[in-house]
C-alpha cells in the first residue's frame, strides 16, 4: 500500500504564492510519475503538474510560466511551487502517484485547499 500525504495548501490573496508538498510512504516502487491534479465542485479534476521518472514534466495550460513541479526521489516527494496565484487557481489539489506493482497502480491523496482571493 501506498499513502500520500499533502500539506502546503492555505488563503492567499491573488498574486501571492504558495508551496504544496506531497510525500508518498509505503512499498514504492518502479514509480512511473508523481504530479498534481486539481478539481472545483462540480468540474472534473484537470492536470496541474506531473513529473515522470524520466524528467519530463507537464503542465496544464492554465498554469505554465506560474507553477513549477519538483521532485526528491529518495525521499519520495513532490513539490508544487505556484507564484502569480489568481482566483481561478482556487480548488482542492490532489496529489498522485503512478506506479508498477505487478499491475499500474494509481494512488491519490486526501487533498489540500487553496483558496486565492481578491
Known amino acids: 500500500q501506498v499513502q500520500l500525504v499533502e500539506s502546503g495548501g492555505g488563503s492567499v490573496q491573488a498574486g501571492g504564492s504558495l508551496r504544496l508538498t506531497c510525500n508518498a510512504t509505503?512499498?514504492?516502487?518502479?514509480?512511473?510519475?508523481m504530479g498534481w491534479y486539481r478539481q472545483t465542485p462540480g468540474d472534473q479534476r484537470e492536470l496541474v503538474a506531473s513529473?515522470?521518472?524520466?524528467?519530463?514534466?507537464k503542465y496544464g495550460d492554465r498554469v505554465k510560466d506560474r507553477f513549477t513541479i519538483t521532485r526528491d526521489n529518495i525521499k519520495n516527494t513532490a513539490y508544487l511551487q505556484m507564484n502569480s496565484l489568481k482566483v481561478e487557481d482556487t480548488a482542492a489539489y490532489y496529489c498522485?502517484?503512478?506506479?508498477?506493482?505487478?499491475?499500474?497502480?494509481?494512488?491519490w491523496g486526501q487533498g489540500t485547499q487553496v483558496t486565492v482571493s481578491s
Open positions: 509505503g512499498t514504492i516502487f518502479n514509480t512511473i510519475s
Open positions: 498522485n502517484i503512478d506506479l508498477i506493482d505487478g499491475v499500474g497502480r494509481t494512488y
Open positions: 513529473y515522470s521518472s524520466g524528467g519530463i514534466k
